[in-house]
């Protein structure tokens, strides 16, 4: 037995790139085992792993967690661009600035924890990444260290300490984070979450059905009545029918059978007794129909292609517009939204008669082909399935980015550098905000983008872990276990507060504060938890413009918190 372990530690030695493999099996597989209701995810997962397999002394090239961690950021800015820029330059900017805000207080909670504790910027770093669960800001950190007036072996010792600081802090990072925002939040803020996002909801559909959305828009059948009663629907133009007879609600004539034929029809066609007609609507209003006409069966009439659709908005007629007013538009007839995802992490957003959309959002659309097409040519870009990559446009979108931030600028005798990985993000965010405007550039398939999401920052994460394997338990002997409890702090005090700040300062609606909070701290767990309390998607409302900034400001801070420590 020993001598087959000597042979595969003698192996990973000798072929780092399989000890890399190994690391992220099991890490993932780590990061997916549950703990009651809770996991840890597959960046620690493979942290600890990497940390473990590190044990074996394997040698990896530093170039290798460059290329991934590159690729990450510009995924990252990728998936959050059209909301950063609409949070700073458009509607969404009391977000924006409450994102900054509280980015600032986890800026200046972890630095005033690493002075009191007489930290260096390696565990302050550490400190960063871990209580604000932001990983990406250990890229740009290794980078400022590296740049610091620092000899090897120091800056190789400060390099160690940054997994050692993430680690202990990351459990309470992620999960402190879920319970101050979902439980003591509401408390905070003195509410029922629950009862203030129905109260919500209800504002939101204003201008729709007392039924609500969900019905008269989620749902989509057609069937076929023919006209027997004269003064009911016969004698009515078809406009004049779609209006009166729905009730308010959306009912569409298809199809119209006249003399036993198909026959072509616009608004103004004068519906007859006799005539057979196709109408498309919510199901339990089709069922009211029967007492205005009788229901038949008429195949070929149903015969009416139908599909659903992913619509990529990006016209400025439908740009921060509500449904129901995009719902009076010509294109909107025959149509039905399911569904609305927005932001990088495609956060569902409720599908209520106010609800606004946003350039970049995601619109799933059911109708017959033609409305859906209708609607597609009108408002955005069919988001169809593919798998193909633009890598033209991210390989070139890298190249410039991390040339830009390739620039040294001296400050006060100080080199102050984005680096290429702070170049990668930006470029990020103006390609990913490019392709809301044009969105046959810059394809990147949601598979793809989850892979160097996902596989691009785990693999940085391995090479970390490996890397600083050996020395990982004398860094912790170093610090001890001090560091846990200025992890609870740094965790802490921020999100006690930014409920307290959303509402007095920025008068956010009780409803999606805890929304803003989540997303300030780009913790879309802790979102998810308050929406299961609340019972509600209406806190994801708030989520994503405060994401977006936070995201890009909170992986900066990497690259702060070296210089201001340094």
């Known amino acids: 037995m020993l001598e087959i372990w000597d042979w595969l530690a003698s192996t990973l030695r000798?072929?780092?790139?399989?000890?890399?493999?190994l690391t992220l099996a099991a890490g993932y597989w780590l990061g997916a085992v549950r703990f009651g209701s809770f996991n840890l995810g597959a960046v620690t997962g493979t942290l600890l792993v990497g940390v473990l397999v590190g044990q074996l002394g394997i040698t990896i090239s530093p170039q290798i967690k460059s290329v991934f961690f590159i690729m990450f950021l510009f995924a990252v800015g990728f998936g959050v661009g059209p909301q950063f820029v609409r949070g700073i330059a458009s509607d969404g900017l009391p977000q924006a600035v409450f994102a900054v805000v509280i980015s600032c207080l986890c800026l200046g909670a972890v630095y005033f924890a690493a002075v009191v504790s007489g930290y260096g910027p390696g565990l302050a770093a550490g400190l960063l990444a871990g209580t604000q669960?932001?990983?990406?800001?250990?890229?740009?950190?290794?980078?400022?260290?590296?740049?610091?007036?620092?000899?090897?072996?120091?800056?190789?010792?400060?390099?160690?300490?940054?997994?050692?600081?993430?680690?202990?802090?990351?459990?309470?990072?992620?999960?402190?984070?879920?319970?101050?925002?979902?439980?003591?939040?509401?408390?905070?803020?003195?509410?029922?979450?629950?009862?203030?996002?129905?109260?919500?909801?209800?504002?939101?559909?204003?201008?729709?059905?007392?039924?609500?959305?969900?019905?008269?828009?989620?749902?989509?059948?057609?069937?076929?009545?023919?006209?027997?009663?004269?003064?009911?629907?016969?004698?009515?133009?078809?406009?004049?029918?779609?209006?009166?007879?729905?009730?308010?609600?959306?009912?569409?004539?298809?199809?119209?059978?006249?003399?036993?034929?198909?026959?072509?029809?616009?608004?103004?066609?004068?519906?007859?007794?006799?005539?057979?007609?196709?109408?498309?609507?919510?199901?339990?209003?089709?069922?009211?129909?029967?007492?205005?006409?009788?229901?038949?069966?008429?195949?070929?009439?149903?015969?009416?292609?139908?599909?659903?659709v992913d619509v990529l908005v990006t016209s400025k007629k439908a740009d921060g517009k509500t449904l129901i007013e995009l719902a009076k538009h010509s294109a909107a007839r025959g149509v039905f939204?399911?569904?609305?995802?927005?932001?990088?992490?495609?956060?569902d957003i409720p599908v209520l008669a106010q609800t606004k959309l946003n350039r970049g959002d995601i619109v799933t659309v059911s109708g017959s082909r033609k409305h859906v097409q209708t609607v597609v040519d009108q408002f955005g870009f069919a988001d169809r399935p593919t798998s193909v990559t633009d890598m033209v446009l991210v390989g070139s979108g890298i190249v410039i980015g991390g040339i830009i931030g390739a620039i040294v600028v001296p400050i006060h005798g100080v080199p102050i550098t984005l680096s290429t990985s702070g170049g990668a993000l930006i470029a990020g965010l103006v390609v990913g905000w490019l392709r809301s405007f044009v969105p046959k550039i810059g394809t990147v398939p949601s598979a793809t983008l989850w892979f160097m999401n996902s596989v691009g920052l785990n693999v940085f994460i391995a090479v970390v872990g490996i890397t600083a394997g050996p020395t990982f338990i004398a860094g912790l002997k170093e610090v001890g276990f001090t560091i846990f409890f200025w992890g609870l702090f740094a965790t802490g005090v921020p999100m006690l507060l930014a409920p307290l700040i959303g509402k007095y300062i920025f008068k956010f609606d009780p409803a999606i504060n805890l929304g803003c909070c989540g997303g300030a701290r780009t913790s879309t767990a802790s979102v998810a938890m308050v929406a299961d309390v609340a019972k509600s998607n209406v806190p994801m409302l708030g989520y994503t413009v405060p994401y977006a900034v936070s995201n890009t400001l909170l992986t900066l801070w990497g690259l702060v918190i070296v210089l201001m420590i340094g």
């Not at 939204?337 to 956060?347: A, E, H």
Request: hydrophobic content about 40%; proline content about 5%; some cysteine.
């Open 133 to 308: 669960t932001i990983s990406a800001s250990i890229g740009l950190a290794t980078d400022a260290i590296g740049n610091l007036d620092l000899t090897p072996d120091q800056i190789k010792a400060q390099l160690d300490l940054i997994p050692v600081a993430y680690a202990v802090t990351y459990l309470f990072g992620t999960v402190g984070t879920g319970w101050i925002i979902a439980f003591v939040g509401p408390k905070l803020l003195g509410v029922d979450i629950e009862k203030e996002c129905k109260r919500y909801e209800a504002e939101m559909q204003h201008g729709e059905p007392a039924d609500g959305m969900q019905s008269a828009w989620n749902q989509y059948i057609v069937r076929a009545f023919k006209l027997t009663k004269p003064g009911v629907i016969a004698g009515l133009t078809v406009a004049k029918a779609e209006q009166e007879a729905s009730g308010g609600k959306r009912m569409f004539l298809e199809n119209l059978r006249r003399n036993g034929k198909i026959i072509p029809f616009d608004d103004n066609t004068v519906l007859e007794v006799g005539d057979i007609i196709a109408v498309s609507g919510p199901h339990e209003d089709l069922v009211a129909w029967t007492h205005r006409a009788e229901e038949v069966t008429d195949k070929e009439l149903l015969n009416i292609p139908v599909e659903s």
């Open 14 to 21: 000798s072929y780092p790139e399989l000890a890399i493999f």
């Open 337 to 347: 939204v399911t569904r609305i995802r927005r932001g990088s992490m495609g956060v």
